[in-house]
């Protein structure tokens, strides 16, 4: 439910940015599967929520990467499928991630056509 939250935040910051509430078109974000962000219920209240603040009813484009860790251990560069994953060279849980943990505004795209 903090998704939530998350959408009233990225909307907030949205106007702060363009400096008033304006249609938008679409909404750009990019989503790590280390986030604790549930994609579906995020794209849910900002539709929701955009609508009850003025900005219309904007597409959510979510781009979803991956989690990179290195292993400490072996130096091996692997993807992570859960925070729990080992290393798969060498079964060691010694790592540093590297990415996984975003939650981004990448852009937005206003009814009149302005990118932000």
């Given amino acids: 439910m903090h998704e939530l939250s998350i959408a009233q935040g990225i909307l907030d910051t949205i106007e702060n940015q363009i400096k008033s509430v304006k249609p938008i078109t679409r909404i ?10 549930s994609a579906e219920s ?29 292993c400490s251990a072996c130096k091996e560069k692997y993807e992570i499928k859960s925070f729990y994953s080992a290393c798969p060279s060498c079964d060691s849980f010694e790592r540093t ?5 975003e939650c981004v505004i990448d852009s937005i795209e206003l009814e009149d056509s302005d990118n932000v």
Avoid at 45 to 61: C, D, N, R
Avoid at 97 to 101: K, N, P, Q
């Fill in 42 to 70: 995020l794209e849910f209240w900002l539709s929701e929520i955009a609508k009850q603040k003025g900005f219309g009813a904007p597409t959510v484009v979510i781009n979803k990467t991956t989690a990179l860790a290195n």
């Fill in 97 to 101: 991630i590297e990415s996984g943990f």
């Fill in 28 to 37: 750009f974000l990019t989503i790590g599967p280390l986030a604790g962000v």
